[in-house]
């Protein structure tokens, strides 16, 4: 039985479309139909790579967002399988012909090529001459064969070919490597970069111990390792460095490699049409076998796209708003389509179109009126253009905004619109303009790999289900902090970093059956100028939510402690204490002499009277004595340096177990804690197994969803807060994860069906497969958009009788159920829900004329189970039965004398019989009829049987109609039916032939 359940809360298409505010930022989107009651829930973590920092040194502050899972049953199909069409409006103004940064390098592998990371790119960071290390990024894309906890990345540079370095890393073990990183010349991270870039560390030497030399050209190398064997890498891929020197090449050129990279995401996909507006001076229409879209699964569509779009020559203006207006009528009219406008563009708008007339004042020609054109029509019939060429008029500029509002904002489509600045000089201000007219996201692409990356984004934002993007981020840092390096997409504003730091694309990840979203990350480095202890508090972070409201979230506090003179460095583990489980046992571990004082909700708990020398100890603490989800550590070296950090305390709140249908033994059980804000999950185990790693908190809070065993559990829990101070919590849980076996029988003249058990049971849900499909559905809509059929019928539509004396219930048939396969849930006290399969197969497999020798039969009927008999003469009809259920039945046998009001039929008599071996073999005679109607009579059958048998039913008949009547071909037709089973017999009676 495949049973296919689909969604009960309904949810819209969120598209957040951009967020700027006034100052050059202004947050603005918006969301398509919300009306689901969920957030999307977010957990936010930040933490230093140093939280105490000498004075003139720079630090890294690395901010982390990790969505957590939405279940599918939250969301309907319909809202988010959905057709998408995207207008791709591409810049060919004469500018296009110009040069720009543009490196694209194919990735070569070695080793296992399954376990080889995919799509590095690595290129110069703008605004930098490429002399330095630390002027280029990178990133990359998880093996095919994916990740596991053990999976981490090697990345070195090197002037040697991949074969070369195979040859070497190959034999080298984890701690061989590790001993580069130590050396410098190599670093480690333990997760894939696809969505976020990756600084190259200032310092990092090659991998033979020599530094950066511009002048070389290097091979950037990632080493994919397994840190559970002897020999770890077990792939290896590399591209070139863009050292020297770099490539340059045309704007038009890029981005039609970029477009078509972008296009190929999306080629088996049959939901996504696409259509091509190229714009100059004004726009042109191009369409495809009189179609506007190109359907991106057909081979031959696509490539015509593809050629279209090689075709595109660069000269002219730039009328971005004819392009945006072209755009806008490429849309189909329908509703339940999502829409896409991209728009590229290297300047600022130098044309508009309008119906303007001008007239010849004897020096120049100057308007006389001016209608800007907003009209489905093409140039030159239906408008002219009009504007500065080269330059940027202020109607230019208001054609623009104007279209962008009137047609992308207030036209009769919902538009989500995507507007790129592609230039290392443009002035993107007037392109956010028109993005902020059109409720549209801004992005500025100074070079061809930051355009690549730009369609990435895109592309994953239009094959989400449903994203958030356009996520605006800021944060004010006090004074004696200086704000030095920021990732892209943010904007250093003296104290204040403000910016889009990225978006989140939720997909519906059917294994699971949730939805799911890829964390990021982003990076903002400060350089202590002046000591103190500094709090960092003063942020915020901006964006709709999935249900279309506005959402601010903030980061964790975070301290800074910048010194002129080193103080004592601590590291700190609390856990529980082995010989009593009223304390806990906190071991600290300090680099010189200190004193040590304990404090908990600003009392002292522990004090030392003398210096700790420097070394590892332990101290037991009463449990009782501690309040709160931290402790705080606070050393004094012997010059009155002072250090004070927290250590995190776990704490378990209420575990979650919903009602569960199983077959084995086990059961999904959700672990919630809570620990100290802004602290990292960084192992949870149960029963020896890892079920996650490195999980943010949510303001110190967690749940996660576990699969325990029935009986005792062993769960283990481990947490680092933003000094790296950790705590291990591990307790046992002992859980019911035993579903009821259930028995059930069909009763009292299969009206009922009887459920038992051994223990207490209570009636959740009835599923019946009524149309026969061996698909069992609720109601509601299906992947095609259709409604389904209501097959599944809870405690409110079903009639249930309690047991007396033992556990269980009567359910009450319905008609509809008859001879349907039936599947009843119960569950137990604890929640565990058993099922029994009660497959009605009673069934009639033929109905006629029966022929008899001893104990031996045949029944023979016809294809238009038409059969002649003779009139006044008994006629013995069988009917063949399949019985699966034990117990009394009725048969219904009916005839249609209305068709024969003069016909006489004595009372039909039966018996019963059971098949072995092809002989029948005696189960009731002369069964007592009752007629219910002139035409229907009610045949009881009393069954005892623990299996599917096969039983023959006899009755005779003997008509009786007048010898006047006979020749008009007088037909009656008899039905039989048991529970929902029917088969119909035609009896054409005869005159008795006439002996001389």
């Given at each position: 039985?495949?049973?296919?359940?689909?969604?009960?809360?309904?949810?819209?298409?969120?598209?957040?479309?951009?967020?700027?505010?006034?100052?050059?930022?202004?947050?603005?989107?918006?969301?398509?139909?919300?009306?689901?009651?969920?957030?999307?829930?977010?957990?936010?973590?930040?933490?230093?790579?140093?939280?105490?920092?000498?004075?003139?040194?720079?630090?890294?502050?690395?901010?982390?967002?990790?969505?957590?899972?939405?279940?599918?049953?939250?969301?309907?199909?319909?809202?988010?399988?959905?057709?998408?069409?995207?207008?791709?409006?591409?810049?060919?103004?004469?500018?296009?012909?110009?040069?720009?940064?543009?490196?694209?390098?194919?990735?070569?592998?070695?080793?296992?090529?399954?376990?080889?990371?995919?799509?590095?790119?690595?290129?110069?960071?703008?605004?930098?001459?490429?002399?330095?290390?630390?002027?280029?990024?990178?990133?990359?894309?998880?093996?095919?064969?994916?990740?596991?906890?053990?999976?981490?990345?090697?990345?070195?540079?090197?002037?040697?070919?991949?074969?070369?370095?195979?040859?070497?890393?190959?034999?080298?073990?984890?701690?061989?490597?590790?001993?580069?990183?130590?050396?410098?010349?190599?670093?480690?991270?333990?997760?894939?970069?696809?969505?976020?870039?990756?600084?190259?560390?200032?310092?990092?030497?090659?991998?033979?111990?020599?530094?950066?030399?511009?002048?070389?050209?290097?091979?950037?190398?990632?080493?994919?390792?397994?840190?559970?064997?002897?020999?770890?890498?077990?792939?290896?891929?590399?591209?070139?460095?863009?050292?020297?020197?770099?490539?340059?090449?045309?704007?038009?050129?890029?981005?039609?490699?970029?477009?078509?990279?972008?296009?190929?995401?999306?080629?088996?996909?049959?939901?996504?049409?696409?259509?091509?507006?190229?714009?100059?001076?004004?726009?042109?229409?191009?369409?495809?076998?009189?179609?506007?879209?190109?359907?991106?699964?057909?081979?031959?569509?696509?490539?015509?796209?593809?050629?279209?779009?090689?075709?595109?020559?660069?000269?002219?203006?730039?009328?971005?708003?004819?392009?945006?207006?072209?755009?806008?009528?490429?849309?189909?009219?329908?509703?339940?389509?999502?829409?896409?406008?991209?728009?590229?563009?290297?300047?600022?708008?130098?044309?508009?179109?309008?119906?303007?007339?001008?007239?010849?004042?004897?020096?120049?020609?100057?308007?006389?009126?001016?209608?800007?054109?907003?009209?489905?029509?093409?140039?030159?019939?239906?408008?002219?253009?009009?504007?500065?060429?080269?330059?940027?008029?202020?109607?230019?500029?208001?054609?623009?905004?104007?279209?962008?509002?009137?047609?992308?904002?207030?036209?009769?489509?919902?538009?989500?619109?995507?507007?790129?600045?592609?230039?290392?000089?443009?002035?993107?201000?007037?392109?956010?303009?028109?993005?902020?007219?059109?409720?549209?996201?801004?992005?500025?692409?100074?070079?061809?790999?930051?355009?690549?990356?730009?369609?990435?984004?895109?592309?994953?934002?239009?094959?989400?289900?449903?994203?958030?993007?356009?996520?605006?981020?800021?944060?004010?840092?006090?004074?004696?902090?200086?704000?030095?390096?920021?990732?892209?997409?943010?904007?250093?504003?003296?104290?204040?970093?403000?910016?889009?730091?990225?978006?989140?694309?939720?997909?519906?990840?059917?294994?699971?059956?949730?939805?799911?979203?890829?964390?990021?990350?982003?990076?903002?480095?400060?350089?202590?100028?002046?000591?103190?202890?500094?709090?960092?508090?003063?942020?915020?972070?901006?964006?709709?939510?999935?249900?279309?409201?506005?959402?601010?979230?903030k980061f964790p506090s975070l301290s800074i402690y910048v010194y002129e003179m080193e103080p004592p460095e601590i590291k700190a583990h609390l856990t529980d204490a082995e010989s009593n489980i009223n304390k806990y046992k906190l071991t600290i571990d300090i680099n010189?002499?200190?004193?040590?004082?304990?404090?908990?909700?600003?009392?002292?708990?522990?004090?030392?009277?003398?210096?700790?020398?420097?070394?590892?100890?332990?101290?037991?603490?009463?449990?009782?004595?501690?309040?709160?989800?931290?402790?705080?550590?606070?050393?004094?070296?012997?010059?009155?340096?002072?250090?004070?950090?927290?250590?995190?305390?776990?704490?378990?709140?209420?575990?979650?177990?919903?009602?569960?249908?199983?077959?084995?033994?086990?059961?999904?059980?959700?672990?919630?804690?809570?620990?100290?804000?802004?602290?990292?999950?960084?192992?949870?185990?149960?029963?020896?197994?890892?079920?996650?790693?490195?999980?943010?908190?949510?303001?110190?809070?967690?749940?996660?969803?576990?699969?325990?065993?029935?009986?005792?559990?062993?769960?283990?829990?481990?947490?680092?807060?933003?000094?790296?101070?950790?705590?291990?919590?591990?307790?046992?849980?002992?859980?019911?994860?035993?579903?009821?076996?259930?028995?059930?029988?069909?009763?009292?003249?299969?009206?009922?069906?009887?459920?038992?058990?051994?223990?207490?049971?209570?009636?959740?849900?009835?599923?019946?497969?009524?149309?026969?499909?061996?698909?069992?559905?609720?109601?509601?809509?299906?992947?095609?958009?259709?409604?389904?059929?209501?097959?599944?019928?809870?405690?409110?539509?079903?009639?249930?009788?309690?047991?007396?004396?033992?556990?269980?219930?009567?359910?009450?048939?319905?008609?509809?159920?008859?001879?349907?396969?039936?599947?009843?849930?119960?569950?137990?006290?604890?929640?565990?829900?058993?099922?029994?399969?009660?497959?009605?197969?009673?069934?009639?497999?033929?109905?006629?004329?029966?022929?008899?020798?001893?104990?031996?039969?045949?029944?023979?009927?016809?294809?238009?189970?038409?059969?002649?008999?003779?009139?006044?003469?008994?006629?013995?009809?069988?009917?063949?039965?399949?019985?699966?259920?034990?117990?009394?039945?009725?048969?219904?046998?009916?005839?249609?004398?209305?068709?024969?009001?003069?016909?006489?039929?004595?009372?039909?008599?039966?018996?019963?019989?059971?098949?072995?071996?092809?002989?029948?073999?005696?189960?009731?005679?002369?069964?007592?009829?009752?007629?219910?109607?002139?035409?229907?009579?009610?045949?009881?059958?009393?069954?005892?049987?623990?299996?599917?048998?096969?039983?023959?039913?006899?009755?005779?008949?003997?008509?009786?109609?007048?010898?006047?009547?006979?020749?008009?071909?007088?037909?009656?037709?008899?039905?039989?039916?048991?529970?929902?089973?029917?088969?119909?017999?035609?009896?054409?009676?005869?005159?008795?032939?006439?002996?001389?």
């Amino acid at each position: 039985m495949i049973k296919s359940k689909s969604y009960q809360n309904k949810i819209a298409f969120i598209l957040i479309c951009f967020m700027l505010f006034y100052n050059q930022i202004n947050f603005l989107s918006y969301a398509e139909g919300s009306n689901i009651n969920v957030k999307a829930p977010i957990n936010l973590v930040r933490q230093s790579d140093h939280d105490k920092i000498k004075r003139g040194e720079t630090f890294t502050i690395n901010y982390k967002l990790q969505p957590q899972p939405i279940p599918a049953e939250d969301i309907l199909p319909e809202s988010y399988l959905k057709n998408k069409e995207i207008v791709l409006v591409m810049d060919t103004s004469g500018s296009m012909k110009e040069y720009i940064d543009f490196n694209y390098n194919d990735t070569q592998i070695s080793l296992q090529g399954i376990h080889a990371v995919k799509n590095i790119n690595i290129w110069k960071r703008w605004y930098t001459s490429g002399c330095y290390l630390n002027h280029y990024r990178m990133s990359f894309k998880k093996p095919p064969a994916g990740e596991n906890q053990h999976t981490k990345y090697f990345i070195f540079y090197s002037t040697d070919e991949i074969n070369t370095i195979e040859n070497w890393i190959k034999n080298l073990n984890t701690n061989q490597l590790y001993k580069y990183i130590q050396k410098n010349r190599a670093f480690m991270i333990n997760k894939d970069h696809s969505k976020n870039y990756i600084k190259f560390p200032i310092n990092l030497k090659d991998i033979t111990g020599n530094y950066y030399n511009c002048y070389y050209n290097y091979h950037v190398y990632i080493a994919t390792i397994d840190t559970s064997k002897s020999n770890p890498v077990i792939g290896l891929a590399n591209e070139q460095s863009t050292a020297q020197p770099i490539h340059k090449e045309m704007k038009i050129s890029v981005m039609k490699k970029v477009t078509k990279n972008f296009l190929e995401k999306f080629k088996n996909d049959s939901r996504v049409k696409v259509a091509l507006i190229p714009y100059a001076s004004y726009a042109k229409d191009i369409v495809f076998n009189n179609d506007n879209f190109v359907n991106l699964s057909s081979p031959t569509q696509y490539n015509n796209l593809i050629n279209n779009i090689n075709k595109l020559q660069a000269y002219g203006g730039t009328n971005i708003g004819d392009g945006l207006r072209k755009a806008y009528y490429k849309f189909s009219d329908s509703d339940n389509i999502r829409k896409y406008v991209i728009l590229m563009t290297d300047g600022e708008p130098t044309f508009h179109s309008s119906t303007t007339k001008l007239i010849w004042n004897g020096w120049f020609y100057e308007p006389v009126e001016d209608q800007q054109y907003l009209g489905d029509g093409s140039y030159p019939n239906d408008y002219e253009y009009f504007g500065g060429g080269n330059h940027s008029t202020y109607r230019d500029k208001i054609y623009a905004n104007k279209v962008a509002k009137d047609l992308l904002v207030n036209g009769k489509h919902k538009i989500n619109s995507f507007m790129i600045a592609f230039s290392n000089d443009a002035n993107g201000a007037e392109l956010k303009n028109i993005a902020n007219s059109a409720n549209g996201y801004y992005k500025k692409a100074e070079d061809g790999n930051a355009l690549d990356e730009v369609y990435e984004q895109l592309a994953d934002i239009i094959q989400s289900d449903f994203p958030i993007h356009g996520i605006h981020y800021e944060e004010t840092f006090p004074n004696g902090l200086k704000v030095v390096d920021v990732s892209e997409g943010l904007e250093i504003k003296g104290q204040k970093v403000i910016g889009d730091i990225g978006s989140i694309s939720y997909k519906l990840n059917k294994e699971t059956n949730t939805f799911e979203a890829e964390p990021f990350e982003f990076y903002v480095t400060l350089k202590a100028n002046n000591i103190g202890d500094y709090k960092l508090v003063n942020n915020i972070m901006h964006y709709k939510d999935i249900n279309g409201t506005d959402e601010q979230k903030k980061f964790p506090s975070l301290s800074i402690y910048v010194y002129e003179m080193e103080p004592p460095e601590i590291k700190a583990h609390l856990t529980d204490a082995e010989s009593n489980i009223n304390k806990y046992k906190l071991t600290i571990d300090i680099n010189e002499s200190s004193k040590i004082k304990i404090i908990n909700d600003n009392h002292i708990i522990y004090t030392s009277n003398n210096y700790e020398d420097p070394k590892a100890f332990s101290i037991e603490i009463n449990k009782a004595d501690i309040v709160g989800n931290h402790i705080i550590i606070q050393a004094t070296d012997q010059s009155g340096n002072i250090t004070e950090e927290t250590v995190p305390i776990i704490s378990l709140l209420p575990f979650e177990m919903n009602d569960y249908f199983h077959t084995d033994n086990t059961r999904p059980v959700k672990v919630k804690l809570a620990t100290e804000n802004n602290s990292t999950i960084k192992e949870i185990k149960a029963n020896g197994n890892i079920i996650a790693q490195e999980r943010l908190t949510n303001q110190g809070k967690y749940e996660h969803m576990i699969i325990l065993n029935d009986g005792n559990n062993l769960i283990k829990i481990f947490v680092q807060n933003s000094y790296g101070n950790t705590a291990t919590l591990s307790f046992n849980r002992e859980i019911d994860a035993c579903s009821p076996e259930l028995v059930g029988i069909y009763v009292d003249n299969d009206s009922k069906i009887k459920i038992t058990s051994k223990e207490e049971i209570l009636f959740t849900t009835l599923e019946v497969d009524i149309n026969g499909d061996g698909i069992i559905t609720d109601g509601s809509i299906n992947e095609k958009g259709e409604p389904t059929l209501d097959e599944i019928f809870g405690p409110s539509e079903v009639t249930i009788v309690p047991l007396d004396g033992e556990y269980g219930f009567k359910v009450s048939m319905q008609d509809a159920w008859y001879g349907k396969e039936i599947i009843i849930k119960a569950k137990d006290t604890a929640g565990n829900i058993g099922a029994v399969n009660l497959k009605n197969n009673n069934k009639i497999i033929k109905h006629g004329i029966i022929l008899l020798n001893n104990k031996n039969f045949e029944i023979i009927d016809k294809a238009d189970n038409s059969i002649d008999i003779v009139n006044k003469q008994n006629t013995h009809i069988g009917i063949l039965l399949n019985v699966s259920t034990p117990g009394s039945k009725i048969m219904n046998l009916s005839f249609n004398f209305k068709k024969a009001p003069n016909i006489n039929i004595e009372s039909p008599k039966c018996s019963l019989y059971q098949i072995n071996d092809n002989k029948l073999e005696s189960i009731q005679e002369n069964i007592r009829i009752s007629q219910s109607t002139t035409d229907s009579y009610h045949i009881p059958l009393s069954i005892n049987t623990d299996s599917s048998k096969s039983y023959v039913l006899i009755y005779t008949l003997k008509p009786d109609i007048p010898e006047d009547q006979i020749g008009k071909g007088i037909c009656i037709v008899n039905q039989a039916e048991i529970q929902g089973s029917t088969k119909n017999i035609k009896l054409c009676i005869k005159p008795r032939p006439i002996i001389e």
